[in-house]
């Protein structure tokens, strides 16, 4: 019984097989025909003139940006500068209501939160506060599509802030991930260096 079905199962797979062989030529034979209907009329149309527009100047084009270098892993990116009309709004704040101002921004308008942002880790730069308005700045780019730009300031600032409690935010929303060199020393315990 066992043979009989393995033998149907064999005369199925051949006649598949077969039927598949069969498309494949007709498809083949097919393009074939078509691509030599096309140099027959080629060969019988009339010569066609030279044409006279000049050929278009080459498109200069700007290299795409480049990664940061590994020692350069714990330098701030380049990033736009904030619109002088943001950086003196921001300059005339305190960081508190510069940080309730921009969590209130954040909510609605991304592009805003990045000006706002940038202006404030420019004027705060090593604050208290600074890893919270780099994790706001770094979802902004992201929704606004600057995902480069989001990386960078992703790796920046998981590397500058390691233990600020939103890193784990940013490591688990762009992947970037905190680049340390870890050690064993004499007495067993892991140090940083």
């Known amino acids: 019984m066992a043979l009989a079905v393995t033998g149907k199962v064999r005369l199925i797979a051949t ?18 025909a078509d691509e030599s209907d096309a140099g027959k009329r080629a060969a019988s149309a009339p010569p066609a003139a030279p044409e006279t527009t000049p050929a278009p100047a080459p498109v200069k084009r700007a290299p795409p940006p480049t990664p940061p270098a590994a020692a350069a892993q714990n330098a701030a990116p380049d990033a736009a500068a904030p619109s002088a009309r943001v950086e003196a709004s921001v300059a005339r704040m305190n960081e508190a209501v510069l940080m309730a101002h921009l969590r209130e921004v954040a909510r609605t308008d991304s592009a805003q939160t990045i000006e706002i942002a940038r202006a404030g880790n420019k004027n705060f730069p ?19 599509d600057k995902l480069y730009e989001g990386r960078g300031e992703a790796e920046y600032m998981v ?7 939103w890193v784990r935010d940013i490591e688990g929303f762009t992947g970037a991930h905190r680049h340390r060199n870890i050690r064993v020393n004499d007495a067993g315990q892991l140090e940083y260096y």
């Open 15 to 32: 006649a598949v097989g077969a039927l598949v062989l069969a498309i494949v030529i007709a498809v083949w034979h097919g393009l074939s």
């Open 126 to 144: 090593d604050s208290p506060d600074a890893p919270e308005r780099y994790s706001l700045l770094i979802h902004a780019l992201i929704t606004q």
């Open 159 to 165: 590397n500058h802030f390691p233990d600020s409690k």
